[in-house]
């Protein structure tokens, strides 16, 4: 009576085993985050359409952080207002990846926060908005207005933070896929 108590569970478990399909142990992980290698800023004046500001990133590491050796730079012009809109890549694939498309499709678990450095006059407000129910929603940050001021440089920090059903519309929750930096100088 012990010995077929102990046998029944033991021969389950020895089917279900050998009923597990082996080829699921070689699966690739899912990818949580996106992988970038190109990020590229163009500002289109609003006061001269013909006007725009395009500044390009290309040649990220594979985490979405930028090599010290690469820089890329925004002229803009003191007191003036720009539409900007950002273009994500992932150029490690053929065809290109368009990670701005993935991007959009997915916003609800994304956010672009965009810094500028202490002493650089300018302000980022991103234009565009995510379906989340209320609180939201939510920026998402493809889009965005920018405003000068007086004449000044130095950087805009660019984060794109991963939050699936964590997003609240602040950078604080998810992980990075992208943080990187454009040098930036407000002159006539």
Known sequence: MFTKRLFLPLLAVALLTG????????????EDNERITTVTLRL????????TVTAVLDGLAADGSQPGTLAASLILKPNAAYSMRIELADKSKTPAADITAY??????????????SAGLNMTVTPNDRDTNPAPGPFPVGLTADVTTGAASSGKLNVVLRHQPGTKNGTATPGTSDLDVNFDVSIRQ
Request: glycine fraction near 2%; aromatic fraction near 2%; hydrophobic fraction near 30%.
């Open 103 to 116: 991007i959009k499709d997915e916003a609800n678990e994304h956010l672009l926060v965009y810094r500028p």
């Open 44 to 51: 289109t004046n609003k006061a001269n359409a013909g006007e």
């Open 19 to 30: 009923a597990c399909n082996r080829d699921e142990e070689n699966v690739a992980p899912d």
